[in-house]
């Protein structure tokens, strides 16, 4: 049974056996002295040594876990033995000498650069881990913030997200070289900016023939793996397979993040434009607060439905940069749990102003007020609508409210939601009948409401004119505020709608009431629940009956008996019995009987 060892490398406590630790002792001594009169020594053994640790803790599955001599031999063949790196003055005489053992390179692993940065260092990290030049990406960066919009936000997330190569084995990975002795060593005496011009070419050469001859025994491992291995036709066609889900996945990375941004930025305009523009008052935003029946904060609502939205999207951006970015810096449990906290208040939050603004029109009540006309069953009583300057009355009538001032200079709601009703009486004067109607939370606010609605008409010469419009304070609110102008006429009386009441009155007659749209500009009898053209033409003359057995209209005429069913339209004549089905149309005649 072997001793356990408690060991701290670079800082980091490790439990190793104590065969793996005198092996690994042995290595780092080894180590030392190989680099005994090197410049930089200190750093790159420490740099070593963290290197060394980052690969145990890859590892190491828990905390416990012990350490045995198969990971250090695992460590060992990928940092590469101390004699691989010696080199002799005597070697730069000559031709290089040096002969080592390589690894092959690692995939590259993306960093922020702060050595070679201008604000945070994202650019020069973007172009090591694609390949480019650093000015093409800060080029892309200047089309994207100028262009697109999009470029300021994308680079602070990627600040934020994205770790910075600080220690000197994430800088080599950072360039995708294998982090071993040699590019630790390469990488330190590279900062040393007091190193003389001899020495740095020097540096350089032993450098540049250790490359390339990484190169040429790279390629030729590369060869004979090839050469030596063979792969059956089923693994080439998973690799084909993988190689087409990674490109698909990475273009899945680029949809979310492009969609995901775009929607945080118009999500940051919005809350910008509405929320903090409700906070400091500024003007534009009075249509809102008018609609904002509950009278919750618009700011309030503006920041949850932010949360609430910006939230999901933000995680999708982040889920498409972990996609296209291996070694992305994770935001964390507590920012993550935070989030999602976040997310869960907003959506809460959102609901209960949902359900107070719903609460708001969940009463529909009426105020009525009436008025008698000096119309008798032998007079003609003409209707006219009046609109006001003040008041656009060229909007639809169903276009909801609008604010405006009237002639006293006071800001006004006002909506042309105006229908009128006619219906007949037997009663020997006209009246009128104001129904203001309006909703509430409940029966008291929704009367007070209707109550408020200013809405006027006069009458002159045996002639009613009405207001085109409604109108009621801002303090009401929009709570569907409408105005029904129900008339009740004699019967003989004759009524002459103007063609501006045409868009107020309804397209079809309906439950008592006598006069449509069609109606208009023609003069009207009232009858006992109906209404007579006195000048349409023969051919406009309407013929209505309704009855359980007999229906005609424009549609045509409609019978229906216990025998049968007979239908006279534009079609043909269709009649229908038990025994003969009949129909005449302009394809010519057929008959089904029965035998």
């Given at each position: 049974m072997n001793k356990t060892v408690n060991i701290n490398l670079a800082g980091i406590f490790f439990h190793i056996d104590e065969d793996a630790y005198l092996k690994l002792q042995r290595y780092l001594e080894a180590i030392k002295r190989s680099f005994t009169d090197t410049q930089g020594r200190s750093e790159i053994i420490a740099d070593i040594e963290a290197r060394i640790a980052e690969l145990f803790n890859e590892r190491v599955q828990n905390d416990k876990q012990v350490i045995r001599i198969t990971e250090v031999d695992e460590v060992i063949s990928v940092m590469g033995q101390p004699e691989d790196y010696l080199v002799d003055d005597e070697i730069f005489e000559d031709e290089p000498q040096a002969?080592?053992?390589?690894?092959?390179?690692?995939?590259?692993?993306?960093?922020r650069d702060t050595d070679n940065s201008y604000v945070g260092g994202v650019s020069?990290?973007?172009s090591h881990y694609f390949g480019v030049d650093a000015i093409w990406i800060r080029l892309a960066w200047i089309l994207l913030i100028f262009g697109a919009g999009t470029g300021i936000l994308l680079y602070i997330l990627l600040w934020i997200l994205v770790p910075e190569a600080k220690t000197t084995a994430e800088k080599i990975m950072m360039t995708g070289e294998p982090v071993n002795i040699s590019n630790i060593?390469?990488?330190?005496?590279?900062?040393?900016?007091?190193?003389?011009?001899?020495?740095?070419?020097?540096?350089k050469n032993v450098s540049d023939s250790v490359s390339n001859a990484a190169k040429n025994i790279d390629v030729k491992k590369t060869g004979n793996s090839i050469k030596s291995s063979s792969r059956s036709f089923f693994e080439t066609i998973g690799d084909i397979i993988m190689f087409f889900f990674k490109v698909f996945s990475k273009f899945i990375g680029v949809l979310l993040i492009i969609t995901s941004a775009a929607t945080l930025i118009a999500l940051i305009v919005a809350?910008?434009?509405?929320?903090?523009?409700?906070v400091i008052h500024i003007p534009g935003l009075d249509l809102v607060e008018i609609a904002n029946t509950g009278e919750t904060p618009i700011w309030l609502v503006?920041?949850?439905?932010?949360?609430?939205?910006?939230?999901?999207?933000?995680?999708?951006?982040?889920?498409?940069?972990?996609?296209?970015?291996n070694n992305l810096k994770s935001i964390g449990n507590l920012a993550k749990f935070s989030l999602l906290g976040l997310w869960i208040i907003s959506i809460i939050a959102l609901i209960i102003f949902g359900v107070r603004q719903a609460s708001e029109h969940a009463y529909e009540e009426s105020y009525t007020e009436k008025t008698e006309l000096p119309i008798t069953a032998k007079d003609t009583l003409t209707i006219k609508?009046?609109?006001?300057?003040?008041?656009?009355?060229?909007y639809g009538r169903h276009d909801n409210f609008k604010l405006a001032y009237n002639d006293n200079g006071d800001k006004v709601l006002y909506s042309a939601d105006i229908d009128i009703i006619v219906k007949s009486t037997t009663d020997s004067l006209a009246r009128v009948a104001i129904r203001k109607k309006a909703d509430g939370r409940d029966y008291d606010s929704a009367i007070e409401r209707a109550k408020n609605i200013n809405y006027n008409f006069d009458f002159k010469n045996n002639t009613l004119l009405l207001d085109s419009y409604l109108t009621t304070h801002p303090d009401n609110k929009f709570s569907d505020q409408e105005v029904d102008v129900v008339l009740y006429l004699p019967e003989s009386a004759v009524t002459y709608f103007n063609n501006s009441a045409k868009g107020h009155l309804d397209y079809r007659t309906y439950d008592g009431n006598i006069i449509s749209r069609d109606d208009t500009n023609h003069y009207m009898k009232i009858m006992f629940e109906d209404a007579e053209c006195l000048d349409c033409p023969e051919e406009n003359i309407k013929i209505k009956v309704n009855t359980p057995s007999v229906k005609i209209n424009d549609d045509g005429i409609e019978i229906h008996s216990n025998e049968g069913h007979l239908k006279i339209d534009k079609n043909g004549i269709k009649a229908e019995s038990e025994d003969v089905n009949l129909n005449i149309n302009a394809e010519g005649v057929e008959i089904d009987a029965e035998d």
């Open positions: 002969s080592y053992r390589t690894k092959s390179a690692t995939s590259r692993k993306l960093f020069s990290g973007l060593e390469k990488k330190i005496k590279d900062g040393f900016e007091t190193v003389t011009e001899t020495v740095g070419d020097v540096a809350l910008f434009s509405v929320g903090i523009a409700d503006s920041l949850c439905a932010f949360f609430a939205v910006g939230i999901p999207f933000f995680f999708l951006f982040y889920l498409g940069l972990k996609i296209l970015i609508m009046v609109n006001n300057d003040n008041f656009n009355s060229d």
